[in-house]
């Protein structure tokens, strides 16, 4: 392991504008399932082929945050993902949030060629609760495949400071009143996926001990146990003195680095 310090559903619903740049497409709240909180936007550059596109789902614990885009270049198509959130008496699953953003994702694989775009070129990113979505929906094959899509399809995996053991909501809206930082990796954990088979991925976390506990420890070990297991492109990357917050503003250089191949080779012990 390398430690780095430094018929379309919807589209009759979307409006297709342009954005402030010239050269870029902008959709806004395509709604990519059935439920009335699945919408997304999508940024594209127009007038370019095979690009590249980056699937982005939101933090917030799962409970709260809104799409948004990134700032990373106008040359990478952008698709920002609302899902449902988790609420008590309502949505308690959290199963319904890595489903929903399964959805999105695999709306882009199905879609992202009718804007230019290569579908062999499609990753996933995404802070902190996006993060955990990011791992759950790049590492669990079952959430894609319910949607006709394979894992392996996946260009790259960008998690920032996501949760790799399940995420705290998850158990707490399930029942869980066990303490908040006692690991627990079941199906629910990207912990419990990990495999060389999974698409190249770098794993952005702050330093501790200035990020959120244990977050950059659990990721560390994630991608250890990638590459112990046989993964040739797993990277670690911890952004020195990030906080959880920071860790977002640090970490999303790297999202583009790994998106154009710029990312150190893996380092494997012994070499």
């Known amino acids: 392991m390398r430690t780095c310090k430094i018929g379309l559903i919807g589209v009759v619903a979307a409006t297709c504008v342009l954005s402030s740049f010239a050269s870029e497409g902008l959709l806004r709240d395509v709604k990519y399932a059935e439920n009335e909180s699945c919408k997304l936007d999508l940024k594209w550059p127009q007038g370019q082929t095979n690009f590249p596109t980056v699937v982005w789902l939101h933090g917030g614990g799962l409970t709260d945050g809104e799409k948004h885009f990134i700032g990373i270049s106008e040359s990478i198509a952008q698709v920002a993902v609302n899902y449902r959130l988790l609420e008590a008496g309502k949505i308690t699953d959290g199963a319904v949030c890595i489903r929903d953003a399964a959805a999105a994702v695999a709306w882009t694989l199905d879609h992202i060629a009718e804007y230019g775009g290569d579908t062999k070129k499609v990753y ?14 790049g590492m669990a094959p079952q959430y894609l495949k319910a949607y006709g899509h394979d894992i392996r399809e996946l260009a790259g995996l960008a998690p ?31 912990l419990h996926w990990c495999s ?7 794993s952005i976390c702050g330093q501790e001990p200035w990020e959120w506990k244990c977050r950059s420890e659990e990721n560390r070990l994630l991608i250890a146990s990638c590459v112990a297991l046989g993964h ?10 990030a906080d959880h917050g920071r860790a977002f503003s640090a970490g999303v250089p790297y999202v583009e680095m790994l998106v154009w191949g710029s990312l150190p080779p893996l380092l494997k012990e012994g070499k």
């Open 232 to 241: 040739e492109k797993a990277w670690f990357v911890s952004c020195p003195y």
């Open 160 to 190: 920032i400071s996501g949760q790799a053991t399940k995420h705290f909501n998850v158990r707490k809206f399930a029942g869980d009143n066990d303490p908040q930082f006692l690991p627990k990796i079941d199906e629910l954990a990207p």
């Open 124 to 137: 996933v990113s995404g802070m902190s609760a996006g993060g955990y979505l990011t791992m759950m929906v």
């Open 196 to 202: 060389k088979d999974i698409a190249p991925i770098v």
